[in-house]
Structure formats: C-alpha cells, structure tokens
C-alpha cells in the first residue's frame, strides 16, 4: 500500500512559480513510477507529467519547458516545478503512483492523492 499527499497548491499570478510536493508513506518508493495529473473544472483529467526509476522524465507538451518534475527517495517525495504558470494551469494536481511505469503514464495506475489545487490568475 502506498498513500500519497500532495501539498503547495494555491493562488499565483500569470507568470508566477509554484512547488508542489507528493508525500508517500511506505518503504519501497523507490520502486514505483510517479506521475502528476491535473484536473480543470469542467475537463477531463490530463496527464502532466511522469518521472521513471532512472529519474527520467516525460511532459505532456502543454508544459514542456516550464515544468520540472523531480523525486528524492530518501524523503520518499516527488516534486512538481511550475514556472511561467498561465491562467490556463489552473487545476488540481494530483499525484499518482504505480509499479508500473505504462499505467502510471496512462492515468490507470494504483494510488492516489487527494490533490491539490492550483489557480492562476491573469
């Protein structure tokens, strides 16, 4: 069982950075894929970002370039780099986890956070 929380959503005008984090309980961390996924009202679910064992990371295209996803095993924790937000950003975050790299790109994998909420104002 793995249990995520994210947190260091909130208000940030166009242009202005945030740091999100995922915290996960459980030994064997290091061992899972992570992803960030985000929300917008009214829309479906998006991928944001994914990061591997390697320490490889993927982007959707919206945010190539102005996000930065990283993983500290050590602190059991996975961070998300927002600069040069955009009204458009605005969603809630979420943090997912899975063994396997293929789901947790897809959005099917395991666990979940309860995500956090980003607004960007213009």
């Known amino acids: 069982q793995v249990q995520l929380v994210e947190s260091g959503g909130g208000l940030v005008q166009a242009g202005g950075s945030l740091r999100l984090s995922c915290a996960a309980s459980?030994?064997?961390?290091?061992?899972?894929?992570m992803a960030w996924f985000r929300q917008a009202p009214g829309k479906e679910r998006e991928f944001v970002a994914a990061?591997?064992?390697?320490?490889?990371?993927y982007y959707a295209n919206a945010v190539e370039g102005r996000f930065t996803m990283s993983r500290d095993n050590g602190k059991n924790t996975v961070y998300l780099q927002m600069n040069s937000l955009k009204p458009e950003d605005t969603a809630v975050y979420y943090c997912?986890?899975?063994?396997?790299?293929?789901?947790?790109?897809?959005?099917?994998?395991?666990?979940w956070g309860q995500g956090t909420l980003v607004t960007v104002s213009s």
């Open positions: 997912a986890a899975d063994a396997s790299f293929r789901a947790v790109r897809a959005g099917t994998g395991d666990y």
């Open positions: 459980g030994r064997t961390f290091s061992a899972y894929a």
């Open positions: 990061i591997g064992w390697g320490l490889t990371t």
